[in-house]
Every structure is written in structure tokens, then in C-alpha cells.
């Protein structure tokens, strides 16, 4: 079983950054995709940003295009997610995912792991 744990939450002024680590251990050789998504307090959760282990593609929901970016370190296992201009209605508890191998333009849905989450919290 993949374990999952994130780091990196915290509260930050709008406008301002934050970036959260998550290192994967356990059956590492079964990822093949790793991700962020967040649950805002009284909304579904939903998806932010991915990227493929191999290749590097990577996708992201439309509000955060242009602020935030993903990345991977393959020897350390672990994905990053770098929020820069942040926004209150960023705030959320963020979750990092990962899964198997997925093809098709929503390889980014669908994981099979999760971590507990990091809250996120963005004072106007």
C-alpha cells in the first residue's frame, strides 16, 4: 500500500506563497501519476493539479493555471506543489493522490491513493 504524507500547509496573506511537499513510500514502483486536490469547508473536493512520473505531463484545474506548479523529484519521491499569488478562496484542506498507470485526456482522475491532507488557509 502507497503511503502518502503531506507537509507545507500553513496560513499565508493573499498574495502570497506557499509550497507543499508530499513524499510517497511504499510500492513506489506502482506510481505512475501524482496529484493535489483540494476540499474547500462546505464544497466537493476537487482537482488541482497532476503530473505523470514518467515524462513529466502534467495538467492543472483552470483557476490555478498561471499560480501554481507541480513537480516531481523521482529520486526522493516526492511531488511538490509550488502556490504562488494566492487567493482566499484558495483556502482548503489539500490532498495529495497518487495512481497506477491512466491514458486518455482525464489521466489525472481516478487515483488510488491519498494522504491525510494540509490545510491551506489565505487571509484577504
Known amino acids: 500500500q502507497v503511503q502518502l504524507e503531506e507537509s507545507g500547509g500553513g496560513l499565508v496573506q493573499a498574495g502570497g506563497s506557499l509550497r507543499l511537499p508530499c513524499e510517497a513510500s511504499?510500492?513506489?514502483?506502482?506510481?505512475?501519476?501524482m496529484g493535489w486536490f483540494r476540499r474547500a469547508p462546505g464544497k466537493e473536493r476537487e482537482f488541482v493539479a497532476a503530473?505523470?512520473?514518467?515524462?513529466?505531463?502534467?495538467a492543472y484545474t483552470d483557476s490555478v493555471k498561471g499560480r501554481f506548479t507541480i513537480s516531481r523529484d523521482n529520486a526522493k519521491n516526492t511531488v511538490y506543489l509550488q502556490m504562488n499569488s494566492l487567493k482566499p478562496e484558495d483556502s482548503a484542506v489539500y490532498y495529495c493522490?497518487?495512481?497506477?498507470?491512466?491514458?486518455?485526456?482525464?489521466?489525472?482522475?481516478?487515483?488510488?491513493?491519498w494522504g491525510k491532507g494540509t490545510l491551506v488557509t489565505v487571509s484577504s
Open positions: 511504499a510500492r513506489t514502483f506502482s506510481i505512475y501519476r
Open positions: 503530473i505523470r512520473w514518467s515524462g513529466g505531463n502534467t
Open positions: 493522490a497518487a495512481g497506477g498507470r491512466a491514458d486518455g485526456s482525464r489521466w489525472y482522475l481516478g487515483m488510488n491513493y
